[in-house]
């Protein structure tokens, strides 16, 4: 899928705003500093996945949950994880089961 070149300025906004959010976060300046009083250089990278997937006309037009948040599988359908979202899963360690 070729990207739009709004979308990736878009989605290279949301990584900085993601990196500022951080870097003004108090807790995260606390740890860095704890973290230099130890004798130790911080450096932070952070790697993050955007999946894109285009919206049908229909839930374009309904009021829908934010896009930000993955809306909720049905009751019955027990393995709504894609493998994309499992991959993403097991590179922070976290387990399905």
Avoid: C, Y
């Avoid at 949301?14 to 860095?32: C, F, T, V, W």
């Avoid at 952070?46 to 829908?64: K, Q």
């Amino acid at each position: 899928m070729e990207i739009p070149e709004r979308l990736h300025e878009l989605i290279e906004q949301l990584g900085q705003a993601i990196m500022r959010a951080m870097a003004e976060d108090s807790q995260s300046r606390n740890l860095a500093r704890l973290i230099q009083e130890e004798g130790f250089d911080v450096a932070l990278m952070v790697e993050a996945t955007v999946a894109l997937h285009r919206r049908s006309p229909e839930e374009e037009a309904s009021d829908g949950p934010s896009p930000l948040v993955p809306p909720s599988p049905p009751d019955d359908e027990e393995d709504s994880w894609s493998d994309e979202d499992r991959a993403f899963l097991r590179r922070f360690k976290i387990s399905l089961d």
